[in-house]
């Protein structure tokens, strides 16, 4: 659309009330803050403002999801925004309903890649898109689903976005089932809605400078978070894996890896002194995100359950070693410390990590880790000075740090060149301990098993003999092409 005249406004506006009202099936719309799902809410508001009460019969819900690693001036905005949102709409008796949608503790970035030590996601190993993303948004579109029998997803696609985008919506175009309704390839029962999906970006800024926003935030200010930085993308509601990254745009994660460098962020840094403390969140995800050889040396050259993959004459490591998710969550907690303490008046008690957060990734250093040291508390405490309340987790009753440097000091004199046997060793303890609090040991000979066959060779260089020995093969004879080190099965 070259051009958007008040006619072509209004004319949007009226379609979205006749299909309104055509209909008792419950509105779902996507909200990230960016400009385009801004401008189809407001559409949507308007639109409802402009109808008469007896005809509000169904529900509009906006859903906005929180990855918890959303950067830190867009999760202040979204927060201002939606309690904007529903204070109005209650004040105005509009059905309108707000919903921030967050992941579950057990999916957060921090606690898989903290807690559990998963490699940063990369294209060919993106974990953190299902988990932080779309479970959110499809748990909730498909309980609307389950209650309403259908579900309509008003959301701020626009064919230009870029070829794919358009391609995609034009394939569904094709499918529709009624008149500006396309199926949505994700869910049954549920169709999309896109209002503005002719609409340029220069017809969206056009909409948003010439009509002042319905629930009082100002659209102004939405310019200027964008003109700060030197794209124009944003994040849309993401219901599947063929969302492109958002790691470019203000809209996205501050730590997102799935892009090579986050010009977004950097161009923000750059072109005001007011971001300057951004930088050291910038400097802390590109830290995180070190080249493949790198992030291998800090990994661990078995797999989550202890497994060995052999790829190209050597293993592909798994998690993250003990001292690099220490090392992380100590850098972590530093750039939240700074953040707090020079970042805008709205941040000074923003979270980079929940408390929640904390106490998961506790508990898996503590049970699935077998890390009776317990160094989460000690590290928290050693860069906020404060103690870390946590009555949830309780750390093992008979060991603690001083038997865990013992231990490991003890390892290192008596068996110098076995470098498992720590891990064997405090695997060991933590298991029997833990057993103690049970009312049976049934089940101790399968764990004691599986701590041996975890650990059970002398270093790396052993357990890559040791698999080729039993796999017949001869190093660097498989050719398979190597992206990443770590591609798949992550939980394994």
């Not at 794919?164 to 994700?186: H, T, W």
């Not at 000074?348 to 077998?370: A, G, S």
């Not at 949830?392 to 009753?397: C, E, I």
Request: glycine share 6%; with cysteine; net charge negative.
């Amino acid at each position: 659309m070259p051009n958007l005249t008040q006619e072509s406004i209004k004319n949007v506006i009226t379609v979205i009330q006749d299909l309104y009202q055509s209909d008792s099936i419950p509105w779902v719309c996507g909200y990230s803050g960016g400009k385009d799902s801004t401008a189809t809410v407001q559409l949507v508001w308007e639109a409802l403002n402009g109808l008469p009460k007896e005809a509000l019969k169904k529900d509009v819900h906006i859903i906005s999801t929180d990855t918890l690693v959303e950067s830190p001036v867009v999760a202040a905005w979204q927060k201002r925004s939606l309690a904007k949102m529903e204070a109005t709409a209650e004040q105005s008796g509009l059905p309108i309903h707000v919903h921030q949608l967050k992941p579950q503790i057990r999916d957060t970035f921090w606690v898989n890649l903290i807690g559990r030590g998963y490699p940063y996601p990369r294209p060919t190993m993106r974990w953190c898109t299902n988990r932080l993303k779309i479970q959110p948004a499809n748990n909730f579109i498909e309980a609307m689903v389950n209650s309403a029998g259908e579900a309509i997803l008003v959301l701020g696609t626009r064919k230009s976005e870029s070829a794919s985008r358009g391609a995609r919506m034009e394939k569904y175009e094709k499918k529709r089932v009624r008149e500006f309704l396309s199926p949505d390839g994700s869910h049954m029962n549920s169709y999309v809605f896109s209002p503005i999906e002719e609409w340029s970006s220069n017809n969206v800024w056009q909409y948003l400078m010439s009509h002042e926003n319905t629930w009082g935030q100002s659209n102004k200010e939405l310019l200027a978070m964008y003109s700060g930085a030197s794209a124009d993308g944003e994040c849309p509601l993401v219901l599947d894996t063929s969302t492109p990254s958002c790691g470019n745009s203000r809209m996205g994660c501050w730590v997102c890896t799935l892009v090579a460098e986050d010009k977004s962020m950097a161009a923000m840094i750059q072109n005001d002194e007011e971001k300057a403390w951004m930088l050291p969140l910038l400097e802390f995800r590109n830290e995180i995100a070190a080249d493949n050889e790198t992030d291998r040396e800090r990994r661990d050259f078995r797999r989550m359950n202890g497994r060995l993959t052999y790829h190209k004459g050597r293993l592909v490591h798994g998690p993250y070693t003990k001292e690099t998710r220490e090392h992380f969550l100590r850098r972590l907690l530093e750039v939240e410390k700074f953040v707090n303490e020079n970042g805008p008046k709205e941040l000074e008690e923003h979270p980079l990590i929940t408390h929640e957060e904390l106490q998961q990734i506790r508990r898996i250093w503590l049970t699935e880790k077998n890390e009776f040291d317990d160094t989460l508390p000690r590290i928290y405490k050693e860069v906020t000075g404060k103690e870390f309340q946590d009555s949830v987790n309780h750390p093992n009753r008979y060991f603690g740090e001083k038997e865990w440097e013992l231990l490991k000091e003890t390892c290192r004199e008596v068996f110098p060149d076995e470098k498992l046997m720590m891990s064997l060793c405090s695997s060991g303890l933590n298991l029997e301990a833990s057993y103690t609090m049970k009312a049976t040991r049934r089940g101790i000979r399968a764990d004691i098993e599986q701590i041996l066959k975890r650990n059970m060779f002398r270093d790396e260089d052993d357990a890559c003999q040791f698999y080729e020995k039993h796999n017949d093969i001869k190093p660097a004879e498989e050719q398979a092409e190597d992206n990443d080190d770590y591609t798949e099965d992550t939980e394994g």
